[in-house]
């Protein structure tokens, strides 16, 4: 399974950036972030199926999970960005036999980078 992640820059505090992802269309598909020096913190899932989605904390009311199935795209809306949000945000599939709700991280892409500036 191939992942592309892009989308990612510099912003200021307060900002959004829209991230995209290109893979090959699998049900479950969700977005987690590393920073430096830290573990990986899962973001958001969601299931091509219904449409349905869940979120962490550090996601929860700023971030928002979306897809376009016809073109196998998937998007995590970032707003009200903060210093702390700085990251290579990464999306993932989750591992066989997974959902969304295990949070077991599968395959993964490249990530793209995601810096907020004060």
């Known amino acids: 399974v191939q992942l592309v992640e892009s989308g990612g820059g510099t912003v200021r505090v307060g900002g959004s950036l829209r991230l995209s992802c290109a893979d090959s269309?699998?049900?479950?598909i969700g977005w987690f972030r590393r920073a430096p020096g830290t573990e990986r913190e899962a973001l958001a899932c969601?299931?091509?199926?219904?449409?349905?989605?869940i979120y962490t904390g550090s996601a929860e009311g700023r971030f928002t999970i979306s897809s376009d199935n016809n073109r196998n795209v998937v998007y995590l809306q970032l707003n009200d960005l903060k210093p702390e949000d700085t990251a290579v945000y990464y999306c993932?599939?989750?591992?066989?036999?997974?959902?969304?709700?295990?949070?077991?991280?599968?395959?993964w892409g490249q990530g793209t980078q995601v810096t907020v500036s004060p």
């Open positions: 969601m299931s091509r199926g219904d449409g349905s989605s």
């Open positions: 993932y599939i989750p591992q066989p036999m997974s959902g969304c709700g295990s949070w077991r991280i599968g395959n």
């Open positions: 269309g699998s049900t479950f």
